[in-house]
């Protein structure tokens, strides 16, 4: 083991020192190699038969949305969108629950690395990550980006995440919604996370923290996957988690540069990490070969359960549907390195609409592709959150409201003036169910969908005849290569033609009444552009 003791002061902010902690047993920047032998070795983990990591994360196999909260600063505080997404802590309960993590340090063996967020230079921000397992601080590295030798030389972190699963708070004195906690202190450059061993966690409160500071500089950022074709064409792919973002952009005859969060700058597209973090469930090597073939020697399995030969079961969902492999993007072949590609031709909203009624694929005007931006419908899929047990209508502004900090229409703003300056072509594929809706219907054919992507990044739906649909104005195309033509219109597919107007109705309905949230500041024309209830 390559641990040594030396002043935890050296490794982490000032601040702890000065409550007392001198030293503690650190493990510093350890390969990614020592980090899985170490793993092994304290029993965090099995190994698979295809040398992947397998682990559990206890009892938390999703995020805990109502667990995390903002600390209210008075600078920051300015910026914040406050409400159910961003709940407001006092500097108070951070403080106390910060000297719990102090701590706890002091007793512990920890894993600590440094790493980047955002491959563009001009944007990185330098982490540095503590944990209590070496499988996460192995899955930090996986998910990060890794500095060279020479960039570790220099690394200076301007934000420090703490993660102690084994620290809890009291919600009596603390001022939380239960043990767990997740607490971003955007003004000391600090994230706390407690009482939950599910990794996803800190992937996710990075990327809350630079989706307030970039658009701040004027960088738009963003819950996407992203890649590049072979002519330099960039496709962005939004969408809520299980709506087929990491699928969609892991294709073979294109390069991939992010599955699942960007910014837009002035340059271009850069992703924010050094890997990806795939769902599992129901994976094959037929249908996606490529996140099959990731899966090995240092990719992190959590929450797969494997046989007595170590194979994994990936149908299995007896711990969660929310299962996971994480991986560095080098793992998947002609990932583009580094992860940055030019301006946009082609932007995709996916849905997974648990309804039924939306099409699979339909062509957006500007303003069509902004309200369904700010609106972000899609259905809630379970194991992605706790309590979700079955997939629910949910509608989750910029594709991504846990993770903004802002009023969407910052977000909404900057996405509208990058579509126009550089003349994006947007459209909704709806990868959810035809035939009528969740638990009648029924997951509309990846192979299919899969078509359509690649028609419409082709170019080759950009002149052929479309139908809109009358209530919720959208451009249907009628003919799409690859795809039965029966397909393409939802109402064509329900045996009940009028049990399939009356849930198109409802579904409008609930479009209009969500949108009345973000009425104020957003244009006439973006108003106008959603369905006809």
Sequence with gaps: MNSTEIPVSSLIPQSLSEHGISHAQINFNLSPEELY????????????ANEALVVSTGKFTGRSPKDKFIVSN??????????????????????????????????????????????????????RVINEYAWHNLFCH???IRPTQAELAEHRPQFTVIDLPSVKADPKTDGTNSETFILLNLERGLLLIGGTEYAGEIKKSIFTTLNYLLPLKGVMSM????????KGDT???????????????ADPTRRLIGDDEHGWSN?????????????CIK???????????????GTVLENVVIDANGVPDYNNTSKTENTRAAYPLNYIENAVEPSVGGHPQNIIFLTADAFGVLPPISKLTKEQAMYHFISGYTAKL????????????????CFGAPFMVHHPNVYADLLGKKIEEHNVRCWLVNTGWTGGPYGIGKRMHLPYTRAMVDSALAGELDNVTTVKDPIFGLDIPQQVPGVPDEVLNPRNTWEDKAAYDKQARDLAQRFVENFKKYEEGTSEAIKNAGPNA
Aim: aromatic share 12%.
């Design 37 to 48: 032998a170490e793993a092994l070795s304290r029993g965090e983990a099995t190994l698979a």
């Design 74 to 127: 008075p600078e920051s505080s300015k910026h914040v969108w406050w409400g159910t997404v961003n709940r407001e802590i006092s500097a108070e309960n951070f403080e106390r629950l910060y000297q719990k993590m102090v701590a706890a340090m002091s007793e512990k063996e920890l894993f600590v690395a440094d790493l980047f967020a955002g491959a563009d230079k001009k944007y990185q921000l330098p982490l």
């Design 142 to 144: 996986n998910l990060f």
């Design 223 to 230: 819950h996407c996957s992203a890649n590049i074709g072979s």
């Design 235 to 249: 496709a962005l792919f939004f969408g809520l988690s299980g709506t087929g973002k990491t699928t969609l952009s």
């Design 267 to 279: 340059d271009g597209v850069f992703n924010f990490e050094g890997g990806c973090y795939a769902k």
């Design 283 to 297: 994976l094959s090597k037929e249908q996606e070969p490529q996140i099959w073939n990731a899966i090995k020697r």
């Design 382 to 397: 379970a194991g992605t959150e706790r309590g979700v047990t079955e997939p629910e209508p949910n509608f989750s502004t």
